[in-house]
């Protein structure tokens, strides 16, 4: 799609006569030189190593680099190459309401969905988040969310803006405003804007902020390929605090998409399994044993949890013989009869290989696909204590 033309530069302003609204450096050809990675070094560190080997201090002797006029905008040309930007069709996701307690309202606009360049969650992490599924106008297990939220919040040092219930009440009328009613609500406290120093002492004010994504399609309970991350795992103290310090995971999740797989799986510091890169882990044993590891050095998913109540079904009518939630060993989980990943945005996915080991017969599992249908029908049709009905 062709990117709008560029509104005209205020007087005095010099505009290159090949502007464009959304400005492009001219990229440097890289130096010659190669470093190779010390044999045995895990993925991360390697890469590591070349980039820092392969970065360009100043350019080459003999390197033309073009002059770029920097036009200074006013407040109406940046609304208005933000809408250009929303135009150009670069979002893959359509964002259907944000709440804001900087500018303390809703706006439907996407453009206008933005944050404080100075919020101490954007420049220091300082931020906690959590999300809630929207499923055919309800908010599937916002109270529960909202619980863990709240805790996050409170372990890192953030400061309510809102008490609970006016929290509450800001998520369900964000919800309301979006008119979404398949998708996903997700949020998050900050420390504020304010500065751009370390300590968050001249943070006037927490922030809220709330986003409503539309999802119009469910996931599809697909088996899935794993591997063992060589990522260094979170330490218990931030992995059970759902905050914004998520490199770590969506450096796990790229690199298992970079070895054929969906994502990577963490080993605690004795080696046991802990959790994937945004979910939690489970295993069905020969015995026919739900199995899950303990959540004293994992984030505690809500989604998992649930899954272990409704599992009790699978035990009353004889596919299980019970639930457990205990250590487990890489070469206990690798000989499973079933694997699966649980989250909120995937519900339950089969895993039917982790590294080079099939897990059971190597197809998905039907354990796992009946748990996938368990939650998607609690979402559906569960009862008040996880369904709050939107009032549109």
């Known amino acids: 799609m062709a990117h709008p033309s560029a509104p005209p530069a205020a007087a005095g302003h010099r505009v290159s006569p090949s502007h464009r609204p959304f400005l492009a ?7 010659s030189g190669r470093a190779i990675a010390p044999a045995g070094l895990p993925s991360w560190r390697a890469a590591v190593a070349r980039a820092a080997a392969s970065s360009n201090r100043a350019a080459p002797a003999g390197t033309i680099v073009n002059p770029i006029d920097v036009p200074l905008l ?24 944000m709440y804001s307690s900087i500018f303390g309202g809703i706006t439907t606009d996407p453009s206008a969905m933005v944050i404080p360049i100075d919020d101490h969650m954007v ?82 004010n927490p922030a809220l902020y709330a986003v409503v994504i ?29 905050n914004v310090n998520y490199l770590p995971n969506a450096l796990t999740k790229l690199e298992g998409e970079e070895n054929g797989g969906f994502t990577g799986i963490w080993l605690d510091d004795e080696g046991f399994v802990a959790e994937g890169s945004n979910m939690n882990v489970g295993f069905v044993t020969l015995n026919k044993e739900l199995l899950m590891p303990r959540f ?20 009353e009518n004889g596919m299980l013989s019970g639930i457990s939630s205990r250590n487990v060993s890489v070469q206990e989980g690798k000989e499973a009869d079933e694997m699966m990943l649980i989250g909120s945005g995937i519900l339950v996915k089969p895993v039917v290989q982790w590294d080079d080991q099939m897990i059971g017969s190597g197809d998905e599992g039907p ?4 748990l996938f249908h368990l939650i998607l029908e609690d979402m559906r049709s569960g009862p008040p204590s996880v369904r709050i009905p939107v009032p549109y």
């Open 296 to 315: 004293d050095k994992i984030l505690s998913g809500c989604t998992a949890k649930r899954v272990l109540a409704l599992a009790e079904q699978l035990v």
């Open 25 to 31: 450096l001219k990229k440097i050809a890289p130096s």
């Open 123 to 204: 420049h220091r992490g300082h931020g906690v988040f959590d999300t809630a599924a929207i499923m055919d106008g309800h908010l599937y297990e916002l109270e529960q969310h909202i619980d863990r939220f709240l805790n996050s919040a409170q372990m890192a040092k953030i400061p309510l803006p809102f008490d609970r219930s006016t929290i509450r009440s800001v998520l369900i009328q964000t919800v309301c405003a979006s008119k979404c009613s398949q998708g996903s609500l997700r949020y998050w406290l900050s420390a504020g804007p304010g500065d751009f120093q370390l300590s968050s002492s001249g943070c006037r």
């Open 74 to 97: 006013s407040f109406s040309e940046i609304a208005e190459r933000l809408d250009a930007f929303q135009a150009s069709g670069a979002r893959s996701q359509n964002y259907l309401a």
């Open 214 to 242: 539309e999802s119009p399609s469910l996931p599809e309970p697909s088996g899935c390929k794993v591997i063992t991350s060589s990522i260094p795992v979170k330490s218990p103290q931030f992995a059970v605090m759902k």
């Open 367 to 370: 354990i796992a696909q009946t």
